[in-house]
């Protein structure tokens, strides 16, 4: 599968590193491809795995991510171009400070990004359980495995 990622945090490097692991080919997208963040995201993973501005890694790849703060999105999503047909993995969270959603009661951020993007398919994805599990879960007794079975496929 080949894979955007947009977003080089905790959530996107998690999964590139899993989904890069398993022979994906994985591109960050980023608004800076030359800067700091980009650099050190290039150093920690598989030579495998490359990052590129937004619209230059979403346009080639089946699937993206968006792993970035949920006020972001609507910005991000004018970037890339055209998404018809692409599957949109909405890894976001529509929260504000104090726990305070950014959407009202009769929808759902996911909702709120399909809205933007009709053709695009969007899911939800990767928002109820950590980063340092994403990448390499590790199976407890106290942790049931259908919370991570999306992640290790």
């Known amino acids: 599968m080949n894979i955007a990622i947009v ?5 996107g490097s998690a999964l590139g590193r899993g989904w890069s692991a398993k022979g994906h080919m994985v591109t960050f997208a980023s608004r800076d491809p030359e800067g700091e963040k980009a650099t050190t995201l290039r150093e920690q993973m598989p030579a495998t795995v490359s990052v590129r501005g937004t619209r230059e890694a979403t346009s080639t790849a089946s699937t993206i991510v968006l792993a970035i703060p949920y006020g972001a999105v609507p910005e991000t999503l004018s970037q890339m171009g055209d998404l018809s047909g692409k599957v949109i993995v909405d890894c976001t969270n529509p929260i504000a400070p ?25 899911i939800k994805a990767f928002n109820t359980i950590g980063a340092e599990s ?20």
């Open 134 to 153: 994403m990448d390499n879960p590790i199976l407890t007794a106290d942790q049931p495995p259908c919370s991570f079975a999306v992640t290790i496929c």
């Open 98 to 122: 104090g726990l305070r959603s950014l959407v009202d009661s009769e929808t759902s951020g996911a909702q709120e990004i399909a809205a933007l993007v009709p053709e695009a398919k969007v």
């Open 7 to 11: 977003g080089t945090g905790s959530v």
